[in-house]
Structure formats: structure tokens, C-alpha cells
């Protein structure tokens, strides 16, 4: 499965973006899809993830009330709607799928990633 997000961009605290991530190459409706980040300097890190049919969800505490997964299986297609962002969310945000129905926030157990989108937040 090939991904590829967008939606990044440059947008000033308080505001809202809406990331997507649109695979190709095969569906992705059987796997569980998350969203990490990765600030300069700092290591990838755990933003959201959803289970295969949307019924299931996993934030991070420092995102949790201010981002929301969602993926419609019918487009093939990923979303993080963000909103209330501060300059702290600034990053550059991954798309990643495991290769299992159910959430996850452990980095390693995602099997295919797409390029990443930056996202900076002015304060």
C-alpha cells in the first residue's frame, strides 16, 4: 500500500487544518491506520490511530478534545481533523498502517508509511 498525506500547511495558533492520506495500491479496509509526528529534533511520536471500521479510536493525551480520526474505507481514505492548535503541534505529521484490524500506538507495529505533511503553527 502506497500512502500519501496532505493537507499540511502554515496556520496560527487556535486554528484548524484537515490532514488526508490517500492510499493506493491495494484497500487499506482491513487495517488499523494511525497518525504520528515528528518535531525537529525530536523522535516520532504516537498523535491518533483508528481501527479497521472506525468503530475504535486512540489519541495522545497532549491531542485528546482537539483532533479526530476518521477514514471513509469506501475512498480509501485517511483524515485528522485538527483543531485548537497550538505552536506546539507543530511538526511534520506521518500516515502509517498496520497490518491489523485493531488501534495501536506503538510506532513499530505500522508497516507502510506515507511522506509526511508539515504542519506549523505560529504563535
Known amino acids: 500500500v502506497q500512502l500519501q498525506a496532505c493537507g499540511g500547511g502554515l496556520v496560527q495558533a487556535g486554528g484548524s487544518l484537515r490532514l488526508s492520506c490517500a492510499a493506493s495500491g491495494r484497500t487499506f479496509s482491513s487495517d488499523a491506520m494511525g497518525w504520528f509526528r515528528q518535531a525537529p529534533g525530536k523522535e516520532r511520536e504516537f498523535v491518533a490511530s483508528?481501527?479497521?471500521?472506525?468503530?475504535?479510536?486512540s489519541y495522545a493525551n497532549s491531542v485528546k478534545g482537539r483532533f479526530t480520526i476518521s477514514r471513509d474505507n469506501a475512498k480509501n481514505t485517511l483524515y485528522l481533523q485538527m483543531n485548537s492548535l497550538k505552536p506546539e503541534d507543530t511538526a511534520v505529521y506521518y500516515c502509517?498502517?498496520?497490518?491489523?484490524?485493531?488501534?495501536?500506538?506503538?510506532?513499530?507495529?505500522?508497516?507502510?508509511w506515507g511522506q509526511g505533511t508539515l504542519v506549523t503553527v505560529s504563535s
Open positions: 502509517a498502517g498496520t497490518g491489523r484490524s485493531w488501534v495501536s500506538e506503538k510506532l513499530n507495529e505500522y508497516e507502510y
Open positions: 483508528i481501527n479497521w471500521n472506525g468503530g475504535s479510536t
